[in-house]
């Protein structure tokens, strides 16, 4: 065991990798320390494929590891995409909203797409958590199934009533069962004084793009059950 230590300590070149553990330094630190010659390095074929394999030489490190430590954790680019993940974060949770019959806290989720709608400046804050809403209504507490003889049985009178003010549209079956739970969801919301009369029909658009089937409202949403005696979000990973 004596043996294997000590070939270790007596190797001069290592991989960065190893170094980076050994020492505790950052990437930004190590790049830094080879660009000012701090440290020297060489870069090696890598045998598996890839990008090479940088080596880097012991005793440099071990030589100017107080002038290495000082330098910089992170680089600029590294520090603003560190800040934009954590801004990124803290909107997909304010966004959201507590639900007042389920207790849950409704946000978006990490990597939604509706949220790239809103963070490229598509479509407004309000609508977006307007959509949150009528999506998690739906799936939550509206009942939301599709069944063809159900359908007929049980949404009948609003079916005809919805085809009495749209005489001239052509609707398939499952969007009309769409339309009801979007309806349906708007009510509860109204009732519960979430939002204030009709949505715009942008608003449902989205509804009806990203949040209507259960597959795609599982993809930009999650619920969470958090204790609301503390103003906390979950870490931003964005």
Not at 137 to 160: F, K, P, R, T, V
Not at 194 to 222: Q, W
């Amino acid at each position: 065991m004596w043996h294997y230590f000590e070939s270790l300590r007596r190797k001069k070149w290592r991989s960065k990798s190893f170094v980076k553990d050994r020492f505790k330094l950052t990437e930004n630190q190590i790049r830094e320390a080879i660009r000012q010659g701090l440290v020297r390095a060489k870069f090696i074929p890598n045998p598996h494929g890839g990008a090479s394999i940088t080596l880097i030489h012991v005793g440099d490190v071990e030589t100017n590891i107080e002038k290495i430590r000082k330098l910089p954790k992170h680089s600029k680019e590294e520090r603003f995409r560190k800040y934009t993940y954590r801004v990124r974060g803290k909107l997909r949770w304010e966004l959201g909203f507590r639900c007042p019959r389920c207790g849950k806290y409704i946000a978006l989720k990490q990597g939604s797409d509706i949220f790239e709608l809103f963070w490229n400046g598509e479509i407004l804050a309000k609508d977006l958590r307007a959509a949150i809403m009528i999506g998690h209504y739906i799936h939550s507490h509206a009942g939301y199934d599709y069944d063809e003889e159900l359908m007929e049985y049980w949404l009948n009178e609003w079916i005809e009533e919805w085809k009495g003010g749209h005489e001239d549209y052509c609707i398939e079956s499952r969007e009309l069962v769409d339309e009801y739970y979007i309806e349906k969801a708007v009510r509860m919301l109204i009732e519960d004084g979430m939002i204030e009369g009709d949505v715009d029909e942008s608003v449902k658009n989205l509804v009806r793009e990203f949040l209507l089937s259960p597959e795609k409202a599982t993809c930009n949403i999650e619920t969470y059950e958090i204790d609301f005696d503390e103003e906390i979000w979950p870490a931003a990973t964005d």
